[in-house]
């Protein structure tokens, strides 16, 4: 264990020298929202080594996200996969997020939001993971924090997760949580909003599952670069560095386009 306490402490400094102003990170969301009126498409990529066979599966996710007003953003997803043999749509999900705290000062500020997610997914359950955001039915509800300090920004996310239908050979409940840190490396200095901004991030990943005492720790490091303040590419490697618990894939990349409409409603 102090071999990967030691590698997630290394994650963390590095990003936390080198989050960005946005905050927009790759393996959760941070606690700010959308501009309101606000639309966005996105297209997340994932390829993940499968463990229980030689082979990758990829699983692909559209998302359309909503700017409601400053407190509030919502998302509607489809879950798209080949890992049942042919390539197939597996289900649907639904996010909403609501920012109910904000202090703002010059070159930092500190939020705080709630959020949940409800999933319906139609793949075999072939994991003890509970993972709503595309492998398997239930619903979570957390609680993120913010703190943006001039280019770093840091987050703290943590939710409890639940299946909607209980399983007789997995636990039903876990709690999982994700510390995200990340720097604006370019540009050095703004002249104005279509500079191309290069950011660089490292997360933390886990879930312990309170039944079985089982739990997985996770860590991801991350580029991403934004165009014209509008077009977005990350690109993600998920890690794991401890598991005691049965997983269908451990590592795997991530690929994600997203494009965001100002004032579209």
């Given at each position: ?39 966005a498409i996105r297209m997340t990529n994932w390829l993940m ?217």
């Amino acid at each position: 264990m102090l071999r990967y306490k030691a590698l997630i402490i290394l994650a963390l400094s590095l990003a936390g020298r080198v989050a960005l102003a946005q905050e927009l990170f790759v393996y959760s969301e941070p606690a700010s929202n959308m501009p309101k009126k606000s639309l966005a498409i996105r297209m997340t990529n994932w390829l993940m080594q499968e463990t229980a066979a030689n082979r990758t599966n990829y699983h692909l996710t559209p998302e359309l996200m909503w700017g409601v007003n400053k407190h509030l953003m919502l998302h509607a997803e489809t879950f798209l996969s080949n890992k049942q043999g042919s390539f197939a749509c597996e289900g649907w999900g639904t996010y909403a997020k609501y920012r109910f705290f904000s202090t703002d000062k010059v070159h930092r500020h500190f939020r705080m939001a709630a959020f949940g997610r409800f999933a319906v997914n139609t793949s075999n359950v072939l994991q003890e993971e509970i993972a709503t955001n595309g492998l398997t039915s239930g619903y979570q509800l957390g609680l993120v924090g913010t703190q943006l300090l001039h280019k770093t920004a840091l987050s703290v996310t943590a939710y409890y997760e639940s299946l909607l239908e209980p399983s007789p050979m997995y636990a039903r409940n876990n709690i999982s949580y994700t510390l995200s840190a990340g720097h604006l490396i370019l540009p050095k200095k703004y002249n104005n909003y279509k500079q191309t901004n290069l950011n660089i991030m490292a997360e933390v990943l886990g879930q312990v599952q309170p039944e079985t005492g089982h739990q997985y720790i996770d860590v991801a490091p991350s580029l991403q670069l934004i165009f014209n303040s509008q077009a977005r590419v990350d690109i993600g490697y998920r890690h794991e560095l401890y598991s005691s618990m049965q997983r269908a894939a451990r590592n795997g990349l991530l690929v994600r386009l997203e494009y965001l409409f100002y004032n579209a409603l």
